[in-house]
């Protein structure tokens, strides 16, 4: 084994250990912060407690599809689970959760102290999570609890008409709007947060070809943000206005357009899909090559194709739309170009497969939902590719294939690549180590669960079963398949429940983890976990892409190779 | 902003000072959106907090940004590395080696899929001339994919010249052919070796794929009255091309040649550095 003559440097080392705190201070504390790190904790804790309640609404759904004309929840409460499920996992667990690992890496990983606008970033912080407290309000009002109250039952889309005073009386749907505005205007104030800290604050040496390619991304979803959010904060107020002041926008009674709700929602919905999936791409590309022992294979190409896919999802939306009946022209049109978005994806593809290729690979938790990430990305987006043509989407648009195709990237890619990032920088975030043990228990039951539910979930939707159905008859062949969809989902629910337990378990009683326990490359590891208020004690100087390993290999450092 | 980026001397860094203002702006503004939907007790409550939390905020940044010192403790530690090698044997500057050594440029298979793309319109000019006996044929053929009713059009009309049509058969071929070239391109450095073969091989069959699955799903029509006989021979003349295109053009080498010595580099003959040949173990760590 190695006998390599220990180099040493000036690593942060603050005292861990702290007298206890009483509780009020504590809580004080939290709420007043500024600090990057502390913020995008609570991103992470608030999207966690998110996820627990938008999957839990998924297990009633499952459990009222399981068999035929079940009566578990009344076909009312049924449109709500799926409204809330809906908004709740894109709003209120993935922009969050994304956005508190940015919060949380971007600036350790630049070597900065903290974001740009640390007062800007606790705002931001507060409308959101006051956003999502607002949507769930909506269950105590209306028709009771049992009825599941006045919550919005219009879809995570909310398509006009339904929004209309006419056929959406009382609160829900504002509820609805107003959430959604809420977190919008979250989200705008984080993204330009990002945008800011990458431009103004990086540390000397960390040029723009030398940022951590997880930097990248978080740059590229943060311009999406700005371009994506703002039509949908339009849309919302225009909606407003149609509810509250009688003007018409989307009032097909009245000369509006239902069809133009359906073009400022997918302006924001399709690009708002890959604001949610570059930055688990972000969580890959630092996770994977650490644990292949390589460099990331083609940086630039990476660089490309990430700023390539953030232009030209801009300009796909209406795949969304083809069975509006657009007419032919835009139908070609944007078949064509959401094909074209194969070409950049296949090329981060490639990469990461030519980085693990002849790597030395260590297959850690992290890694293992690495892997399963990749070849369940392939799978949507082939999937992707099939909806894209419009002749086959009138045939599947609105059936169940179309809810395996996004749930295979949302859960399959964006959620295993979440799960990667916990077990990957968890021992950054409080100093322990999360139970390697457990996780591998985590990942097995998640997988099987996973695939139990979404692989067979394709098969109704070819045999013609619609989504949003709250039941169906017991002659159409579709029992089986979903008795199986449904078992998956419990499956991932005891999963999830025991990643919960493992996160909690090593906080008090896993391993300490030390500053550097994955022999990484980037800066946030080179300063001790968790990392002082200030970051690092000195500000870093880097000369190349992977800092520390030239720190660790003074001998071979990158910058000869760049 | 940051306040400073130095390290202090008395080993304190000022941070912005922690504030709930910002908090009570956010819960001004949510109370006030949540006032049309509850009571209007509800948005004069909202509208009093974004008041107080616009102040407050104020404040804390005017006239100066309010800052607070946090103590630094450091400590010397050991950078150790996980770095499992014995000795390195007799130490080349080829130890690390970044795969592949060799490989072609990006720019190569962009200019191969634009000369296959050349190429291709002869077989398909052939076939339409003998066939139809107008080389405006295929050219109608293609445009179709844009003009979705050209598609059900007479023989007769697709033989005749239209201008429309052939820019529109101009673009959709010339994008067709630039994107496989990029595709292929990027893929190059992946498969450095053989190009006649990977173009000969790889790039027909990824132009036969999105070509069939784009062609044969968007216009079923169209899809029927194309040769496909005369469509493979025509994805053949792009691969050959291609790859003989790609075969014109120097390999460059990856990085790992930076770190050579200037005379290697500079191709001196010196015995200085030369690098030996690979050894047969495993390298510990490639990139
Ligand atoms: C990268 C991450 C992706 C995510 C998160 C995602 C997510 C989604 C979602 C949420 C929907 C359904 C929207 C709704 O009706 O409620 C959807 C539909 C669709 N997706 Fe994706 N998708 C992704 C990638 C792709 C790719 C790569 C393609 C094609 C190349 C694609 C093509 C489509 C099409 C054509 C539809 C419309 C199907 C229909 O409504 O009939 N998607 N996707
Ligand atoms: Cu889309």
Redesign the pocket.
């Known amino acids: 084994m190695a006998t390599q003559s220990p180099v040493t440097a000036v690593l942060d080392k603050t005292q861990a250990s702290q007298p206890p705190r009483l509780f009020l201070a504590t809580l004080h504390e939290w709420v007043t912060t500024v600090d990057h790190k502390k913020i995008g904790l609570m991103y992470i804790g608030y999207a966690l407690f998110f996820l627990v309640v938008a999957g839990f609404e998924a297990i009633l759904m499952r459990i009222q599809l399981a068999i035929p004309n079940n009566t578990f929840v009344s076909p009312q409460a049924f449109n709500r689970l799926f409204t809330m499920h809906?908004t709740t996992m894109v709003f209120f667990v993935g922009m969050p959760i994304l956005f508190g690992f940015g919060n949380y890496l971007v600036p350790l990983m630049i070597g900065a102290r903290d974001m740009a606008f640390p007062r800007l970033n606790a705002f931001s912080f507060w409308v959101s999570a006051f956003g999502g407290s607002l949507l769930y309000f909506s269950y105590l009002g209306g028709d009771g609890l049992y009825g599941a109250g006045s919550a919005p039952d219009v879809?995570?889309?909310a398509y006009a008409p339904l929004t209309a005073r006419v056929f959406s009386p009382g609160h829900s749907t504002d509820y609805w709007t107003l959430a959604v505005l809420l977190s919008g205007i979250g989200n705008i104030g984080t993204a330009l947060n990002i945008v800011a800290t990458t431009i103004c604050m990086r540390c000397p040496g960390m040029k723009l070809n030398r940022m951590p390619l997880l930097v990248w991304l978080y740059l590229v979803t943060s311009m999406m943000v700005f371009v994506a959010v703002s039509p949908l904060t339009a849309a919302q107020i225009m909606l407003l206005l149609d509810r509250y002041l009688g003007s018409h926008f989307f009032d097909t009674q009245a000369g509006g357009s239902a069809v133009l709700w359906m073009h400022f929602f997918w302006i924001f919905?399709h690009p708002e899909?890959?604001i949610?999936?570059l930055p688990a791409f972000a969580f890959a590309n630092e996770i994977i090559p650490v644990f292949s022992r390589k460099a990331i294979f083609g940086y630039p190409a990476m660089v490309a194709a990430s700023v390539g896919i953030g232009f030209i999802s801009l300009s796909v939306w209406a795949?969304?739309m083809?069975?509006v009946g657009m007419g032919a022209g835009a139908n070609t049109f944007f078949t064509l170009s959401?094909?074209v978005?194969?070409v950049p994806?296949g090329i981060k593809i490639f990469n990461w497969l030519a980085t693990l290729w002849g790597g030395k690979i260590r297959y850690t938790v992290a890694m293992m939902f690495s892997v399963g990430f990749l070849f369940q990305f392939l799978i949507?987006?082939l999937t992707?590719?099939m909806?894209?043509a419009s002749p086959f989407?009138w045939q599947?648009?609105?059936s169940y294939f179309?809810v395996a195709?996004?749930h295979y990237?949302?859960v399959g890619?964006?959620l295993f690549m979440i799960f990667a990032a916990f077990y990957y920088w968890y021992p950054k975030m409080t100093g322990h180590m999360l139970d390697e043990k457990l996780g591998k228990w985590h990942f097995w039951l998640f997988l099987i669960g996973f695939h139990l539910t979404f692989d067979f979930m394709h098969i109704p939707g070819i045999l013609g079963m619609p989504r949003r159905i709250y039941t169906y008859e017991a002659d159409r062949g579709w029992m089986l398949l979903n008795m199986i969809t449904s078992s998956g989902a419990f499956f991932q629910a005891i999963a999830t429940l025991l990643f919960v337990y493992n996160m909690v378990w090593s906080y008090f009683k896993g391993p300490i983890a030390g500053a550097d326990p994955w022999d990484a490359w980037t800066l946030e590891w080179s300063t001790v976990s968790p990392p002082p208020a200030y970051n690092f004690a000195t500000i870093p100087t880097v000369e190349s892409r992977r800092p520390l390993w030239d720190l660790k290999h003074p001998e071979d450092p990158d910058t000869r190779y760049e | 902003m940051q306040p400073e980026t130095g390290h202090n001397e008395t080993g304190v860094i000022q941070l912005p000072s922690p504030t709930a203002w910002p908090m009570v702006l956010a819960l001004g503004l949510s109370l006030i959106l949540a006032g049309m939907v509850t009571h209007i007790v509800i948005a004069i409550l909202g509208l009093l907090l974004t008041v107080a939390g616009s102040v407050g905020w104020f404040l804390q940044v005017l006239p100066h940004e309010a800052h607070e010192g946090s103590l630094v403790h450091t400590e010397e530690v050991e950078v150790v590395s996980s770095r499992t090698l014995i000795e390195r044997l007799p130490t080349d500057e080829m130890h690390r080696k970044i795969l592949p050594i060799t490989t072609f440029q990006i720019s190569t298979g962009i200019k191969g899929g634009i000369a296959g793309g050349i190429a291709m319109t002869v077989p398909a000019g052939i076939f339409s001339v003998l066939r139809y006996h107008s080389f405006w044929y295929a050219t109608n053929l293609l445009a179709a994919g844009g003009f979705v009713s050209w598609a059900s059009a007479s023989n007769a009309f697709l033989g005749q010249f239209h201008l429309q049509g052939a820019i529109a058969a101009l673009i959709i071929h010339g994008l067709t052919s630039l994107l496989v070239g990029l595709l292929y391109g990027a893929m190059l450095p992946m498969f450095p070796r053989y190009p006649i073969l990977t173009a000969g091989l790889v790039a027909p069959l990824l132009f036969t794929g999105i070509l069939y699955s784009a062609l044969g799903i968007v216009s079923p029509i169209l899809n029927q009255r194309i040769d496909w006989f005369y469509f493979v021979l025509s994805q053949i003349a792009f691969g050959l091309v291609c790859g003989w295109v790609v075969n014109l053009h120097e390999k460059v080498r990856t990085p790992q040649f930076r770190a050579l010595p200037f005379a290697i580099r500079a191709g001196l003959h010196t015995d200085l550095g030369t690098p030996k040949p690979e050894p047969s173990v495993r390298e510990d760590e490639s990139r």
Do not use: E, K, P, Q
Request: charged share 5%; aromatic share 14%; net charge negative.
């Open positions: 809906g879809g995570w889309f919905g899909v890959y949610l999936v795949h969304h083809f069975t959401t094909m978005i194969a994806t949507a987006g992707g590719i909806l894209s989407d599947l648009g609105n179309v195709h996004f990237v949302l890619a964006i």
